[in-house]
């Protein structure tokens, strides 16, 4: 019902507006309405009157999903305003209502979003299989592999994995069924799997066998069993001496000169009375002889050579072979030329 107004002229006591009657009876149906929307028409509710605009907190109220119409409720006034994901690692992660969850495949997986529903697919939905002759076949996912063994070789399968084990499979079978053993002098015997290699150590030479491992030991070898039994000394005037193996090689130093053996090692000192005295030979430069005469054979590091008392630099300014000094540029005429032979 609309609300009803009393009339009340358009001045006081002028006839024109409601009688006593008519405004009252206005006046009671419009707190009949009231009574009625707030009440149950005789008493009014004694319960929170929920106003149209006003902030107002309710409790123990229920409203009706299908005939009301809630929005712009903020996640900080929701219970729960996310949902978390956990992964088979248990790593988490919170989306709240609002934002955006991705569901990306991995490999191997798509992701379709239609409507809202998703669908998750595999990308490859079988295996190939290859053998060592690059045959192949392709099992789709549902189908059956079939592992059969060949000669020799039985499949076993248990739960979700396959055994594959060997037995009784014949020399004929296998690319490669022995092997071949070559000697210094190049003979050579092939030894099939299931044979006996016999491995004999000849003189002074044991050979055991324990496990899957050969030990090969050496003992009281005489030295006419071995290609070299010894070692032979030259010295500078090429005489030699050969020591056999198991005899005794001294080294003795002369004449201001002291060995010491250590261990496995020998050590040769100079004493210090010993002085080193170069040959010195002169000569004269004519400024165009490069060719002159040493006292005896050397090298060009054995060498020192001035020219007019300035230090003349090896192989840059002269090379020495045998007996023989040559110099780069001839010394100039007059030029003192010493020669240090070491």
Same mark, same amino acid.
């Given at each position: 019902? %609309?609300?009803? %107004? $009393?009339? /009340?002229?358009?001045? %006081? !006591?002028?006839?024109? +507006?409601?009688?006593? /009657?008519?405004?009252?009876?206005? $006046? *009671?149906? !419009?707190?009949?309405?009231?009574?009625?929307? =707030?009440?149950?028409?005789? &008493?009014?509710?004694?319960?929170? #009157? #929920?106003?149209?605009?006003?902030?107002? &907190? =309710?409790?123990?109220?229920?409203? @009706?999903?299908?005939? *009301?119409?809630? &929005? !712009? $409720?903020? *996640? @900080?006034?929701?219970?729960?305003?996310?949902?978390?994901?956990?992964?088979?690692? @248990?790593?988490?992660?919170?989306?709240? =209502? +609002?934002?955006?969850?991705? $569901?990306?495949? +991995?490999?191997? #997986?798509?992701?379709?979003?239609?409507?809202?529903?998703?669908?998750i697919g595999l990308t490859n939905s079988g295996i190939t299989v290859v053998d060592d002759s690059s045959t192949s076949a392709t099992i789709s996912l549902g189908e059956t592999l079939s592992i059969t063994g060949g000669t020799g070789v039985d499949t076993t399968i248990s739960g979700d994995g396959v055994s594959i084990s060997v037995s009784n499979i014949p020399n004929s079978a296998l690319t490669n069924s022995g092997v071949t053993v070559v000697d210094d002098s190049s003979t050579s015997a092939t030894i099939s799997?299931?044979?006996?290699?016999?491995?004999?150590?000849?003189?002074?030479?044991?050979?055991?066998?324990?496990?899957? +491992?050969?030990?090969i030991s050496v003992s009281n070898i005489p030295n006419s069993a071995l290609t070299n039994s010894g070692i032979t000394l030259v010295d500078e005037s090429s005489s030699t001496t050969t020591i056999s193996l198991g005899e005794s090689l001294k080294i003795t130093g002369g004449s201001g000169i002291d060995t010491t053996i250590s261990g496995d090692g020998v050590s040769v000192a100079v004493d210090s009375t010993i002085a080193l005295k170069p040959a010195t030979t002169t000569a004269t430069g004519d400024g165009s002889t490069l060719v002159f005469t040493l006292a005896s054979s050397g090298t060009t590091d054995s060498v020192i050579v001035f020219v007019n008392g300035t230090f003349q630099v090896p192989t840059t300014d002269y090379t020495v072979s045998g007996t023989t000094l040559t110099f780069t540029s001839p010394p100039a005429g007059s030029a003192a030329i010493v020669i240090k032979e070491f």
């Open positions: 019902m %609309a609300k009803q %107004a $009393i009339d /009340r002229g358009t001045v %006081a !006591n002028d006839g024109t +507006g409601d009688n006593l /009657r008519d405004g009252a009876s206005k $006046i *009671n149906d !419009n707190f009949d309405e009231i009574y009625t929307l =707030l009440g149950d028409g005789t &008493t009014l509710t004694s319960d929170d #009157v #929920v106003l149209r605009t006003a902030s107002q &907190t =309710l409790t123990t109220k229920t409203i @009706s999903g299908s005939s *009301n119409t809630l &929005t !712009n $409720i903020a *996640n @900080s006034s929701l219970t729960n305003s996310s949902i978390t994901l956990v992964d088979d690692s @248990s790593t988490s992660a919170t989306i709240s =209502l +609002g934002e955006t969850l991705a $569901i990306t495949g +991995g490999t191997g #997986v798509d992701t379709t979003v239609s409507g809202d529903s998703i669908s799997l299931g044979e006996t290699l016999s491995i004999t150590g000849g003189t002074g030479i044991d050979t055991a066998v324990s496990g899957d +491992g050969v030990s």
